[in-house]
């Protein structure tokens, strides 16, 4: 494997758990942890990922899908992967229980596991999600889930990855015809809950004309409203190319792991 390969596998993602994995030159980075260590080391390893590997786990908001109580056992300590939470976040993950040694806090960019890491803030609820890009060299991947909106920038901050992981929630169709409470709906579909299929597709679109990507993994399907089968004939219809590059994430067992391949050029406004 090259020293600066940059490898992705959504280890699962949905509203029962959610957590990528991103292999770098010296480790493996956990983005969120939203499954149990148990869980979390048994999909790794059904996909050649060493448990071992991992240098860390950052955190893209405190909700309870994205951080699971049972890492409280596992993280910290003097030689334990760290936790990296978003100094806003930090109040609400020490409110969780989380020791305040086990924590580090970041905003902007870090280095972890040889890779080199960008964030961008989203509008999710009231705290507000994280979207992240990790580079290795000139290979670049990019991972957004919990969004609200595409807000100013986001679109930016992603073009020059060359493996995007993005968020597909929900059909707009299925949302409201779900049965679910008004106050849900609302939420999910107002600008501070989820994207839609379409918002994702056009997402996607603009990040790909910038910079053709070859990987694409969508993420966080709501199992109750939405449907692989509609999202695949929705970017086979509208971006057949996109379409033969992507993949639907599964709540319940890993994605293919996704390798990032060097560009010739991939900056972007964030990179310097």
Known sequence: MPEDALT??????????????????????????????RETRRRM?????????VRAVVLTHPD???????????????????????????PAVLAMGWHRSWIDEYDGAFTLAGIAWDSFPMPHDDLGS??????????????????????????????GADVLCLESNYDPAMQLASGRPQRLQDRIMGGNGHLSNEQALAIATRVHRSHPLSSVVLVHLSRQCNCPRLVGRLWAGAEPTLHARMQVSAQDRPSSPVHAVPRAEHATLFDG
């Open 8 to 37: 992705v596998c959504v280890l699962g993602s949905g509203s029962s758990g959610n957590c990528t994995a991103i292999a770098g030159p010296s480790g493996i980075v956990l983005i969120d942890c939203g499954f149990s260590p």
């Open 130 to 159: 994280t979207a992240l890009r990790a580079r290795v060299g000139t290979r670049v991947a990019a991972h957004a889930t919990d969004c609200g909106r595409e807000t100013r920038g986001l679109a930016e901050f992603l073009a």
């Open 64 to 90: 309870g899908d994205h951080l699971h109580d049972g890492w409280k056992r596992t993280l910290g300590g003097l030689t334990g992967p760290r936790l990296l939470v978003r100094a806003r976040h930090a």
């Open 45 to 53: 390893e059904s996909v050649g990922l060493a448990p071992a590997d």
